[in-house]
């Protein structure tokens, strides 16, 4: 895998394992026919959807398929998201990852459905878990309990009338520090990328310090090729890559087929000067 520009890759991508909507096994029927050569599955603080395309028979044709995970975490008061590639997933330190960060969402999600009943609303945190089946239950499936409880017109409504920041149902999390996922990832053997740096709502400054203390605790790479980021904020993540010496990754981030940005032909190409995360991948 030499040249960046001539390999299709989605480094980022959602399953039912997580938030996403399509099964593991459906996410990777699309990946093929969007002719994607490289991918992974990268849901949040789990990897059960790679486990189950693994786990069953052998993958049909398709791309190679390589363990990833989106790991939630903070840097002081922002929360982060950094993503896991080509760790070993039978590791131990990956496995206790996984564990502590399930029982965050699981707490978490407790205390919204406490929030939802002091509010009068019933059996929201019951269906929630029930749609979430193996995930653990976010707020995309509280909102997406509300809407079929008809308090709500569609998960928007639900995020702008409950589930949102500042919002009557809103929890914030409490994640682990930066530094201590990174070090999740690296003990795993994997490499830990930055993800989506355009969606912090940060200053050019505060995204530069970011990126300088991801750096420098050990992150190996960060996401440049994403759906609608170009121009002047994909010049300056493309200048904070060159500046901290960061591999560039690619994916889509992509969540639900109904997203037609995210699929993953959306996803530009890497700059050519940039070097690919999987550069040394065979
Ligand atoms: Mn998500
Ligand atoms: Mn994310
Ligand atoms: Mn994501």
Redo the contacts with the bound molecule.
């Keep these: 895998m030499e040249c960046a520009n001539t390999v299709r890759v989605d480094l980022h991508t959602h399953t039912t394992a997580s938030d996403g909507e399509l099964a593991p096994q459906e996410l990777f029927a699309m990946q093929a026919a969007a002719g994607v050569e490289l991918l992974a599955i990268t849901d949040h603080d789990t990897v059960a959807g790679w486990a189950k395309l693994y786990s069953g028979n052998p993958l049909p044709s398709g791309p190679l398929l390589i363990p990833g995970i989106?790991f939630s975490a903070s840097d002081g008061r922002q929360e982060v998201?950094i993503v896991g590639l080509r760790f070993d997933p039978t590791n131990r330190a990956i496995g206790d990852a996984i564990t502590a960060q399930a029982m965050l969402r699981r707490e978490r999600a407790q205390r919204i459905g406490e929030r939802f009943r002091s509010l009068g609303i019933e059996a929201i945190f019951e269906r929630a878990t029930e749609i979430a089946g193996e995930a653990a239950p976010g707020r995309t499936h509280f909102a997406r309990a509300l809407v079929e409880s008809g308090r709500v017109r569609d998960a928007e409504s639900a995020f702008k009338r409950y589930l949102g920041s500042g919002k009557p149902a809103s929890v914030p999390h409490q994640w682990p520090a930066m530094e201590q996922v990174v070090s999740w990832i690296r003990a795993g053997g994997g490499r830990a990328v930055l993800?989506?740096p355009a969606a912090y709502a940060l200053t050019r400054t505060q995204l530069q310090a970011l990126v300088q203390r991801f750096a420098q605790c050990g992150g190996e790479a960060i996401e440049v090729a994403m759906p609608n980021v170009e121009g002047k904020q994909l010049r300056m993540i493309v200048e904070l890559a060159r500046r901290y010496r960061l591999l560039a990754s690619s994916g889509s981030?992509f969540h639900a087929p109904a997203q037609r940005w995210r699929l993953p032909s959306q996803v530009p190409a890497l700059p050519s000067d940039l070097r690919p995360v999987w550069h040394d991948w065979s």
């Design positions: 989106e998201h993800a989506h981030d």
